[in-house]
């Protein structure tokens, strides 16, 4: 897996004034930090240099979704930050997903989100009528791979399938995980931390379990373990 972190923890504007007092608790672990687009859009470029100046991987999650010149602007633009991973929308197509892949840097895993976690059969017949969530994300998944990307973003429920289509190199991180104590929020296609990793992601993307928790860091110990058991079978 290249060294990437088995488990990003998500942080947003929601967790208080400042996401590194949420962050220091964690320092030491093997987690790496998921900055989103309302926490960069708040606190701008600086936030992603405070976190990796805090020993983290920076997974930058800006979903970039635009026309291919913008996105490889976009993309040269926003590696500049080094992040170990960054992601674009797979929905904006073959053409704009290559048009990334020529700008992005050495040492930035590149990917591609396919059907957003919060969106069931219901939402995505909006989009793509006849469609399931498991076979839009096949398709986008194959859409990346084929346009050069490192892996994509995915439903949990959607691993097995995507790695059969794209083999065991192919990178894949799942938010809509959720230990079994927790609330589901606003997701809506979610699986346990163990499960996800017995499905077959490669990291995990855990947020509120761990930043809402009395105790951070012994959240994030406890999703740790649960990762650990399941890779150990």
């Known amino acids: 897996m290249n060294g990437i972190a088995r488990v990003f923890v998500a942080v947003t504007s929601d967790c208080g004034n400042s996401a590194t007092e949420i962050i220091s608790p964690l320092r030491g672990l093997p987690v790496g930090i998921k900055i989103g687009l309302e926490l960069f859009t708040r606190e701008g470029p600086p936030i992603v240099a405070r976190v990796r100046d805090l020993g983290f991987q920076v997974f930058l999650d800006l979903k970039f979704h635009d026309i291919p010149h913008t996105v490889q602007g976009a993309v040269r633009s926003a ?89 065991p190199a192919f990178f894949i991180i799942t938010p809509g995980v959720r230990p079994a104590d927790s609330s589901a929020d606003d997701q809506k296609r979610v699986m346990t931390p163990g499960g996800a990793i017995t499905a077959g992601a490669d990291s995990l993307v855990v947020g509120r379990p761990v930043t809402g928790a009395p105790d951070p860091r012994r959240a994030a110990l406890e999703i740790l373990r649960e990762v650990e058991e399941a890779l150990q079978g």
């Not at 957003?116 to 989009?127: I, K, P, R, V």
């Open 79 to 167: 590696c500049l930050l080094k992040p170990d991973i960054l992601n674009v929308h797979a929905s904006g197509g073959i053409g704009m997903m290559r048009a990334a892949s020529e700008a992005v840097s050495a040492g930035t895993k590149l990917i591609a989100v396919t059907i957003l976690t919060s969106l069931d059969s219901s939402d995505l017949a909006l989009l793509a009528p006849g469609l399931t969530p498991r076979d839009a994300s096949v398709r986008l998944a194959v859409a990346a791979h084929s346009a050069g990307l490192g892996g994509v973003v995915c439903s949990p429920h959607e691993v097995g399938p995507i790695r059969e289509a794209t083999g």
